[in-house]
């Protein structure tokens, strides 16, 4: 049973726009959602994270927004630039990490 | 070190050899942990050490995978009598903070890519 269920599985955003990726998840329990970022050869990056006593944090262009009641979360880039064509995980979980099947964003200039 | 650092970068076995993964943390972080990140998914949780006791091996696929941090610095995972359906990427990440860590977010590692051929 997957924990967590993302979509969509690949995106393509013309640079300046808004890119939004979504997230779902199951376990109550779970107290820490983050976003990674993967290219090629790497390893996941820490973007951005939320808890869910809050419902929306921002940091530069990234944005999660968290809707406790309906278990779902999501990622939004705005001004989408080229630069940000990677993978993107959303994550969950309280002792360790489940994620997401991951989203390939592509940004055209 | 600068970031978490894993030895080899790619690794090639034949099916039925024993292999072992190396992950150097960042210096001074608690908590370890390994994830098995196949082909287009996602990390799925392996096993999670805090110093040199290993708090969680549910995620081990089966008892031909161990994992070990003798020194609660340096990990190795190791594979015994590898198969096809293990070949996937290795994550190591470890975090500063004691307990599990995940809430603070981890540092991971570039992975090392396993195919058994």
């Known amino acids: 049973q997957q924990q967590v269920k993302q979509s969509p599985q690949s995106l393509i955003v013309q640079k300046g726009g808004i890119s939004i990726i979504n997230c779902a998840y199951e376990n109550t329990a779970f107290d820490y959602f983050p976003w990674y970022q993967q290219f090629p050869g790497k390893g996941p990056a820490l973007l951005i994270a939320i808890r869910p006593d809050v419902s929306e944090k921002k940091e530069g262009r990234f944005t999660i927004s968290f809707n406790k009641s309906a278990k779902q979360f999501s990622l939004h880039i705005m001004d989408s630039q080229p630069g940000d064509s990677a993978t993107y995980f959303c994550?969950?979980?309280?002792?360790?990490?489940?994620f997401g099947t991951g989203t390939r964003l592509t940004v055209i200039p | 070190g600068a970031g978490v650092s894993q030895s080899p970068r790619y690794k090639v076995a034949k099916r039925g050899q024993d292999v072992a993964l190396r992950c150097d943390p960042i210096?001074?972080?608690?908590?370890l942990f390994w994830y098995q990140q196949a082909l287009g998914q996602g990390p799925e949780f392996l096993t999670y050490?805090?110093?040199?006791?290993?708090?969680?091996k549910s995620g081990l696929p089966s008892d031909r995978f161990f994992a070990e941090r003798p020194e609660g610095s340096v990990s190795t995972l190791k594979i015994q009598r590898t198969q096809q359906e293990d070949s996937a990427v290795y994550l190591c990440?470890?975090?500063?903070?004691?307990?599990?860590?995940?809430?603070?977010?981890?540092?991971f590692g570039s992975g090392t890519r396993l195919t058994v051929v």
């Open positions: 990440a470890s975090s500063l903070v004691s307990g599990a860590g995940v809430s603070y977010g981890y540092t």
């Open positions: 210096s001074g972080h608690v908590s």
């Open positions: 994550a969950a979980g309280a002792n360790n990490l489940f």
């Open positions: 050490f805090q110093n040199e006791a290993q708090l969680d």
